[in-house]
């Protein structure tokens, strides 16, 4: 299985920025895309940026940016010019084979952490 632990979340003003970490760990064969989600209270669920095994991003905010260290199966947001609608749980999804003759990826999802941007 996999465990992902998020950090990095908390309260900033607006403009400025903050730096998500997410760590998988557990046993498994490999970790395949992973990415991060967010949701506002009262929002669904959206995809903020993801990046696969090869390094090849889908980012959905403009203002942010992903990267991965495969070595380490960790994955980073980083979040700059952060405005008030940024504000939700961040939570770190990542897809993973757990052992190596499985057909599927599965996919694994982190408890979240929370960004608030406020004055």
């Known amino acids: 299985q996999v465990q992902l632990v998020e950090s990095g979340g908390g309260l900033v003003q607006p403009g400025g920025s903050l730096r998500l970490s997410c760590a998988a760990s557990?046993?498994?064969?490999?970790?395949?895309?992973m990415g991060w989600y967010r949701q506002a209270p009262g929002k669904e669920r959206e995809l903020v940026a993801q990046?696969?095994?090869?390094g090849v991003t889908d980012i959905a905010v403009g203002r942010f940016t992903i990267s991965r260290d495969n070595a380490k199966n960790t994955v980073d947001l980083q979040t700059n010019s952060l405005k008030p609608e940024d504000t939700a749980v961040y939570s770190c999804?990542?897809?993973?084979?757990?052992?190596?003759?499985?057909?599927?990826?599965?996919?694994?999802w982190g408890q979240g952490t929370q960004v608030t941007v406020s004055s």
């Open positions: 999804r990542a897809s993973s084979r757990i052992k190596r003759n499985d057909r599927h990826e599965r996919e694994f």
């Open positions: 557990g046993t498994f064969f490999s970790i395949g895309t």
């Open positions: 990046i696969t095994k090869a």
